[in-house]
């Protein structure tokens, strides 16, 4: 399970999302999130989510949660 909280220096989940504007494909989302430091634990279950498109942040952190 992923954790939504700042471990070891390694940014959360709800820091990777700030500044992203939705709606947002999955292929941009996951540039953005690169861009705001995101670890591919967190990339890695939004990468193999069914969604193509992203309608807010809640959908994003149940897609890690659920990954």
């Not at 953005?32 to 992203?54: H, Q």
């Amino acid at each position: 399970m992923v954790s939504m909280s700042n471990v070891g220096g390694t940014p959360s989940i709800q820091e990777c999302l700030v500044g992203i504007d939705f709606p947002v494909s999955k292929e941009d989302l996951l540039d953005r999130l690169r861009m705001n430091g995101a670890t591919e634990v967190l990339l890695e279950p939004i990468r193999n989510a069914p969604a193509t498109r992203f309608t807010g942040p809640l959908e994003v952190i149940e897609a890690v949660r659920a990954g």
